[in-house]
């Protein structure tokens, strides 16, 4: 079990991580909320047939381990998702693929401390993980004239919610139908960046038909594929051991940038980046050598 949850884990880091490309690709000519409308939509047409196609499995499974329906979960989960991926969208203006990886992995700092909400005791190498992210962080996102970037500003801000979408899907993933979250939080998403097409762009069928690829890649791959691995391999580890191996998104989405897009990072942000990962291992120390 718990090998099965690593690799649909390391799956769905896989998925976010290139889908960064597909991020930055899909913004040719379109606006953020339309390349995430676009996106989610497809997302939730492939979870939705999974759905209809394991119906009758689900249910059996569902009343002999006594799981709870999982649609209402998926609001509130649904909710963060929606506020951390539109921040990441958004920000995506202004910054590179390869330091949003690595910023977005902010959230792997996080989701130890904000486990104390939930109760569980905070070690003091979660403290020296973030104080080793936080000054990596500050080699990545701040340049020698001591100015930020303001993508790199929303992007910090976006871990906190992708740290708290991390730790309710946590709190859950054993108690409900993990598709019907998964489902749900990509219906609602869907709606709320619908909405916010609507209200602040004004896309064509052309500029969505140009960005087909970059859409169906994170519409089917990231947001269909990858949030349901996660939901699946979440219910298999610990929230920080998850953690660990969701942080190679922030690898596979620098190098994809590197291969595809042709970024390059300065030494100074290598450095930060080198200390950021530093930061997540340290965070992570106790629960990797309990498994050594």
Known sequence: MQLRGTLMLLGAAFFWGTTFVAQMSGMDGLGPFSYAATRYFLGFLSVTAVLIFTRKSRQKERLQKKYSRGFLVGVGTGLFLFLASSMQQISMLYTTAGKAAFITCLYI????????????????ENFIGAALALIGLY???????FSINRGDVILFFSAFFWAAQILLVDKFA????????????????LILSFFAMI???????????????PIFYGGVM?????????????KYAE???AAILMSFEAIFG????????????TAREIFGCVLMFAGVIAAQWSVISKRS
């Open 109 to 124: 700092i996080l989701v130890p401390l904000g486990a104390i909400l939930l109760g569980k005791k905070i070690l003091r």
């Open 139 to 145: 080699f990545l996102a701040i340049n020698e004239e």
């Open 174 to 189: 054993s108690k409900v139908d993990v598709l019907e979250l998964s489902t749900s939080q990509i219906f609602v998403t």
């Open 199 to 213: 209200i602040f762009e004004t896309p064509t069928p052309e500029n969505i038909f140009n960005a087909a690829i």
């Open 222 to 234: 990231s947001a269909g594929v990858a949030f349901t691995l996660q939901i699946y391999g979440q």
């Open 239 to 241: 929230p920080s051991a």
């Open 254 to 265: 620098a190098v994809s940038a590197w291969i595809i897009l042709g970024e390059e990072m």
